[in-house]
């Protein structure tokens, strides 16, 4: 076993909370994204102790409550998490040991909270991933039931409709609209910045700012700079981590500082993926050999996600399979390979979906990929792989030749044409 516990000293903040949340891991009740504008709504906001779900307890937590897009009503109380503060969640929040320690714990105040937000939709910044997790997590654990609530994270909308601006953190979107942040990383005054870009954005963009699935600026594929550096230096980063073969206890506190800097990256590829990793293991403090094992696993999945998504077995037929292609072609352009896909039976998907089979990269690559080594269509598969789903990643040196054969022995492509593939 690796002894991964951090300190409560100078030398860095310690992420890892006295009390494990005891495996509320895949929150299969947990609300989902409202996906839309709404007047009536809760703005729920969170102070805790680190940056990581499994491993922080919340130390402040705030509401507001809205009708008709008025503030009605504010809910607030400081939390004591009855073990010391980590200095630099102190150092972010300015919340000191001193001011929780005549205060309520989270079970005193979480049956007040969860009738002042009652069945609302939530409102958040960067809620999706850690606030709502949070909760859900915290009424399991104290309850013994789900926090069911759907939710509009802010994150996600101002990435949707805002660009030209450095970063996705509330206080930079404040800044966006001119806001005064002064005493902001306090939970109800970043309730109250949410509410003003809430109605900022739903001002400047619409209704189609909040439908991930109308919303215009989805329809192109926006590069946002800022956001695609930051993930190309994540898999810099998890490269030269791998490159030894070997992942240190140094490796892993260099990252976790990382990942906490950069938070307003979630709900992209492979972020999300890095950052559960880490919050899976960092747990309990302790890191065994098989944890180790599996953050290599998933670090390389990251790194050279063709290569261990790849059918290794071949490609037994494109009969009434779906095939979408990402990047560009050494074959040509790439309306003259899904010629080539459909001469062979395949059926072409212009975006990766569901039913979507196959993914094929273009020797040539992109430019404008985000990761550098793969973009957009292929974070998309990563994701639903993720969620169980068997989307082949392959590169067009193998799957060209391969076609090729099929279309000249058109009965064994027929035969298999019922794979499982």
Request: glycine share 8%.
């Amino acid at each position: 076993m690796i002894n991964f516990k951090i300190s409560m000293s100078k030398d860095g903040p310690s992420s890892i909370c006295r009390e494990k949340t005891h495996g509320a891991r895949k929150r299969k009740e947990k609300g989902k994204s409202a996906n839309r504008h709404i007047d009536n709504y809760c703005i729920v906001d969170l102070e805790t102790t680190g940056v990581f779900v499994a491993s922080s307890a919340i130390i402040e937590i705030s509401a507001i409550k809205v009708r008709n897009n008025q503030v009605v009503d504010e809910f607030s109380t400081l939390v004591n998490p009855h073990f010391p503060i980590p200095e630099a969640a102190t150092a972010v929040n300015h919340i000191t040991d001193e001011m929780v320690k005549d205060a309520p714990s989270l079970n005193d105040v979480i049956d007040t909270f969860l009738s002042f937000v009652d069945a609302d939709v939530i409102v958040g910044y960067n809620c999706a991933a850690f606030d709502m997790n949070l909760l859900y997590d915290s009424v399991q654990k104290l309850r013994g039931m789900p926090f069911r609530n759907d939710y509009i994270d802010l994150l996600h909308v101002s990435r949707r409709s805002i660009e030209g601006v450095e970063n996705y953190k509330l206080e930079t979107i404040s800044a966006y609209f001119d806001l005064d942040t002064t005493g902001e990383h306090r939970a109800l005054k970043d309730c109250f910045l949410t509410k003003s870009c809430y109605d900022g954005i739903y001002e400047k963009y619409g209704d189609d700012a909040f439908n991930a699935h109308n919303c215009s600026y989805l329809g192109r594929e926006i590069q946002y700079s800022s956001e695609t550096l930051a993930l190309r230096k994540l898999k810099g980063l998890l490269q030269g981590i791998l490159q030894d073969g070997e992942i240190t206890s140094d490796e892993i506190e260099s990252l976790r500082f990382w990942v906490e800097d950069h938070r307003d990256l979630s709900g992209h590829y492979p972020f999300d993926r890095a950052f559960n990793a880490l919050d899976d293991v960092l747990e309990d403090g302790i890191i065994s050999q098989q944890e180790l094992e599996d953050l290599k696993k998933t670090f390389s999945l990251i790194v050279d996600p063709v290569k261990y998504n790849r059918c290794h077995d071949g490609i037994p037929t494109l009969q009434n399979k779906h095939v979408c292609l990402t990047g560009e072609f050494s074959y040509g352009a790439k309306g003259s390979v899904e010629k080539l896909i459909i001469n062979a039976g395949g059926i072409i998907d212009k975006t990766v979906k569901t039913s979507t089979n196959y993914l094929i990269v273009g020797a040539q690559g992109s430019d404008v990929w985000k990761a550098g080594n793969y973009g957009a269509k292929i974070q998309q598969a990563m994701k639903f792989n993720s969620k169980g789903r068997n989307i082949v990643i392959e590169k067009e040196a193998e799957f060209i030749p391969r076609v090729n054969y099929l279309i000249e022995h058109p009965g064994e492509n027929e035969e298999k044409g019922n794979g499982t593939r």
